[in-house]
């Protein structure tokens, strides 16, 4: 049977139905329904003000490549300019060949790259180094703890570093929904609080920081990169199947399949939370080392890196933060102080 007309332009036989519509559209007719819905949400949200210089987390991944891509084309009407920022976590096997993605894009595209690596910002730490620490006698299962503590503060370095004013990630709707979902499973209420909305304002000096795809589904990313032909890595970390948010991924499938309107129920949920007044924390500070915004005496970066040097680094996750956190009250001067860069 011949596929039906395109829905919106009729000419064109249709390529595919979006998967939360049912919409039969031809590939031109999505990849344009698909940027207004990206430029509607970045207008709506007032994330991206003309003029704004924009720092895009490049990973070489689908996502990332879709957002560079889409903001690409939308940034003569947004008035904005962009800068891809790729962070090298130096992982053995993997960063090597997705940051030569990132480099053909930035070629392809015409855009300034910056690289950051870990190994130069954080003393020369890097994931690899801390899977072999963190690993004790077998695999280590909290790779992307560290990894994902690090690569914000990272990604934020390679922002500055090109004078942006605004950070994107690629985040879709169903990586938030995981996140969501992670952080009721951890019972992490204070990142649950603070996990809605579509970025975050600019806190304690970081600079603004949104997710323009966080209302599209993983599904409709794909179809896009494949439709607009965006050459991308495909591969997983190594350390990925170790990561929680494995489990959460399946879990969500399983939901997703009995429930489709799940991933999205679940990003919105994350917006309407509000903790009870009793179980609000703290304002945060300053961290004492490198005056990046904290809950605690230390940010999570200084206390991960802290707990890395001393040679006991599971001494920064859960309880083991409080211990850490008195320490770092009297030594707010160790070398690491220098080594992190200051906010
Ligand atoms: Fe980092 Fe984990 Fe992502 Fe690998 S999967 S890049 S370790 S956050």
Redesign the pocket.
């Known amino acids: 049977m011949p596929a039906p007309p395109c829905a919106s332009c009729q000419a064109a036989r249709a390529a595919l139905r979006r998967p939360r519509s049912g919409q039969a559209l031809c590939g031109a007719c999505f990849c344009a329904a698909f940027e207004a819905e990206v430029l509607h949400t970045v207008l709506a949200g007032h994330l991206l003000p003309p003029g704004a210089v924009v720092a895009v987390g490049a990973s070489g991944g689908k996502d990332s490549t879709v957002l560079a891509h889409v903001l690409r084309e939308l940034a003569p009407r947004l008035g904005i300019s962009l800068h891809l920022v790729a962070v090298d976590?130096g992982?053995g096997g993997?960063r090597d060949a997705a940051l030569a993605a990132v480099r053909r894009q930035a070629a392809r595209w015409d855009l300034p790259l910056q690289v950051v690596a870990y190994a130069d910002l954080f003393g020369g730490w890097t994931?690899d180094a801390v899977a072999r620490s963190t690993a004790g006698a077998g695999r280590s299962r909290s790779?992307?703890t560290f990894?994902?503590v690090l690569?914000r503060r990272a990604l934020e370095e390679g922002a500055r570093l090109v004078g942006a004013t605004h950070v994107v990630t690629g985040h879709n709707a169903d990586d938030m929904a995981e996140t969501v979902l992670m952080n009721f499973l951890r019972g992490d209420t204070g990142r649950l609080a603070r996990g809605g909305g579509l970025g975050s304002p600019g806190e304690g000096g970081s600079l603004p920081r949104c997710r323009p795809l966080q209302l599209a589904s993983q599904k409709e990313v794909v179809l896009y990169a494949h439709f607009r032909r965006l050459d991308y890595f495909s591969e997983?970390?190594?350390?990925?199947p170790e990561?929680f948010r494995a489990h959460a991924r399946d879990l969500l499938k399983r939901l997703e399949a009995a429930r489709p309107s799940v991933v999205l129920d679940l990003v919105h949920s994350a917006e309407r939370l509000a903790l009870a007044p009793a179980a609000q924390p703290a304002p945060p500070g300053a961290c004492t080392r490198c005056g990046a915004l904290a809950s605690r005496a230390l940010c999570q970066a200084c206390a991960l890196l802290d707990g890395l040097d001393r040679g006991r680094p599971r001494l920064a996750i859960g309880k083991g933060r409080r211990g850490l956190d008195e320490d770092a009250r009297a030594s707010a001067q160790s070398p690491r102080a220098a080594a992190l860069p200051s906010f």
Request: hydrophobic share 35%.
């Open positions: 976590e992982i993997y994931m790779c992307c990894c994902g690569r997983e970390c190594v350390y990925a990561a």
